[in-house]
């Protein structure tokens, strides 16, 4: 039986959550009398809130079941009303702030949804105090955005922007109807030794950074520590640069519209060994935003919305590198995609097409060992093998990912979600690619992956 | 430079020949500073004598640094584990081209020439 939750007091945490055994999965099932359950058909599966039954504006987006003696929590899906984002590039005099208005409006003009509908405001945003001196963001992201609604911002590295969208999601479970979420980053107007100083801000400040560590440096780590164990070398490390530049080719967005070869990777500029310039994401100015929405506001709205966040996670690990119990595997993230998995109801098998955080080339191998779509030591290769290419089975980084679409470190993880909502929509540059594809997933992960942020989005079939 | 306590002091223990690792009653292992047991939240964690010789497990050379180290580079970083805990330092008397995963390093403070800092330094045995 299932009935709607009164206002409920929601912690914000993963752990809050029923786990898949609870809820016989989180993909949206009916349940008979007898308290088992059976998952309903793909495409208007969710138990939807009508007007009628929705009543007050304190009723929250979830529903709760009577399963074994015990009422269990299902969570909702998530309409993406809109998206938006601005090119990713060098705007070296472009503020933070201008950024973002650009991605908003963008993002409201794809939606069709009133500024004043907005309930509240998440915006990341890792460096500001460093490269603008401009601190408490949360607000002047909302004035920028035309919004007059509460206004946080989220800072968790090169994850703020998954941050921020997985509280909107979860605002949005809780009650609200619309949010607005994104993310913004200033990069270009710091030297570039100013930037690496600033981009160590999200290493350990006193056993990494003191001892020269780099964020190149540490990602540089855990590739030879990978190269020790499992092998593998940086010809296969190229083979996915020049993937994720071939990818964004035709991607106006992207920072980098230029073709590598494996020559021009392994002869590039050697930042910190094996890694050379091309294996390294680019310093990046840029926004990104999206409005989410109820389910109700989206249909009493009449929006059309054939993309939804079905499953969201969040992880995290030891801070420094050097205390965790591997350097080639990335906790983190295995909890946040068997989180967002499990709300789904959905398996590594059932995923079309991805968009991972490669701001490095190891970093996409380590995603994708993660999310479970190789086993430990073998995703190395994939990009080599064609395995993850446009043409492959599990295509990765269709939007040039963070290596050549760019990477504004905090507006990142809404870019993903930007470029895959757009796959999934079939408005992308690249849609054609994945003309077929109902189910993507976001990979946004924070420092050397201390923090990850994981969606998992699905369009009408 | 303002000290930075635990860190600090654990760097002056290395230059004193004393290294040391914090381990709890349940013999969990931690790198100062940990004024509290992350588990209990007691604060029993005892100072335990650090391997004096440890095990390199990866290892960079970095040639754009950070600005506190412009004119080290270019530099070897590496982790290496001392049994208990690892830590993170860079690699004196071994040239880049001859550092090797297993290696076998001691621990000591060096100065960084930029700016003259103390840093956590490799060296062989």
């Known amino acids: 039986m299932f009935v709607r939750a009164k206002p409920y007091t929601a912690n914000g945490t993963d752990n809050s959550r029923p786990s898949p055994d609870h809820v016989c999965g989180s993909r949206p099932r009916i349940q008979n009398s007898s308290g088992g359950c059976f998952q309903a058909a793909r495409g208007g599966h969710q138990p939807r809130a009508t007007p009628g039954l929705r009543g007050r504006r304190a009723a929250v987006n979830l529903w709760l079941r009577f399963d074994r003696g015990s009422w269990r929590v299902d969570v909702t899906d998530v309409p993406v009303a809109g998206v938006g ?5 060098r705007h070296a005099e472009r503020t933070g702030r201008d950024l973002f208005a650009e991605a908003a409006t963008r993002a409201f003009d794809d939606a069709g949804v009133d500024r004043e509908a907005v309930e509240e405001v998440f915006f990341g945003n890792f460096m500001g105090e460093f490269a603008e001196t401009q601190g408490h963001q949360g607000p002047l992201a909302a004035e920028m955005a035309g919004v ?8 968790s590295a090169c994850a703020s922007s998954g941050a921020a969208i997985r509280y909107g999601v979860e605002r949005i479970r809780g009650g609200a109807d619309v949010v607005l979420v994104g993310g913004a980053e200033r990069m270009n107007n710091l030297s570039t030794a100013d930037t690496t100083e600033a981009l160590a801000a999200a290493a350990d400040a006193l056993w990494e950074s003191r001892a020269g560590m780099t964020f190149p440096g540490a990602y540089a780590l855990m590739a030879n520590r990978y190269f020790e164990l499992f092998g593998g070398d940086r010809e296969d490390l190229a083979h996915i640069s020049v993937k994720n530049h071939a990818n964004a080719l035709e991607n106006d967005l992207a920072q980098y519209q230029r073709a590598l070869t494996v020559e021009d990777v392994l002869g590039a500029t050697q930042i910190s060994s094996p890694f050379g310039l091309y294996d390294c994401s680019p310093i990046s100015d840029g926004a ?3 409005v989410l929405v109820s389910e109700s506001y989206a249909e009493t709205h009449g929006l059309d919305t054939p993309v939804r966040i ?4 969040q992880g995290s690990d030891r801070f420094a590198l050097q205390d965790r119990e591997s350097m080639v595997s990335t906790p983190a993230a295995e909890r946040a995609g068997e989180r967002a998995f499990a709300q789904a109801d959905i398996g590594p098998n ?3 097409v991805a968009e991972v955080h490669d701001c490095f ?3 996409e191998v380590l995603a994708l060992e993660a999310l479970g779509f190789y086993e430990p030591g073998t995703a190395i290769g994939a990009a080599r093998r064609g395995e993850t290419t446009a043409d492959g089975d599990l295509p990765v980084n269709l939007s040039g990912g963070l290596k050549a679409k760019g990477h504004p470190v905090g507006a ?3 870019a993903q979600l930007s470029e895959l909502t757009k796959l999934l929509r079939g408005d992308h540059v690249n849609s054609d690619v994945v003309s077929d594809a109902t189910v993507g997933v976001t990979h946004n992960a924070g420092g050397t992956v201390a923090s990850c942020v994981v969606h998992v989005l699905e369009a009408d079939g | 430079m303002t000290r930075d306590a635990g860190f600090d002091d654990f760097l002056d223990a290395v230059e004193a020949g004393e290294p040391y690792y914090l381990e709890s009653p349940d013999g969990e292992t931690y790198l100062p500073p940990r004024p509290y047991d992350p588990a209990t939240g007691r604060a029993d964690l005892t100072e335990q004598p650090l ?4 095990e390199l497990l990866t290892h960079t050379t970095t040639q754009i640094p950070a600005p506190q180290f412009d004119d080290d580079a270019p530099y070897v970083t590496a982790v290496a584990s001392f049994g208990p805990v690892s830590l993170t330092g860079q690699l004196q008397q071994i040239p880049s081209d001859a550092v090797e995963i297993g290696q076998r390093v001691t621990l000591g403070v060096g100065r960084s020439a930029t700016h003259d800092e103390r840093v956590l330094v490799f060296s062989p045995p």
């Open chain 1, 412 to 414: 990142t993880g809404c």
């Open chain 1, 310 to 313: 079905t499953g969201t996670g």
């Open chain 1, 288 to 290: 990104s935003a999206a």
């Open chain 1, 350 to 352: 059932d995923v079309d």
């Open chain 1, 85 to 89: 984002m601005t090119p990713f590039g």
């Open chain 1, 148 to 155: 007059d609604a509460p206004a946080t911002r989220l800072e």
């Open chain 1, 361 to 363: 080339t190891i970093a």
């Open chain 2, 51 to 54: 391997p004096e010789v440890g």
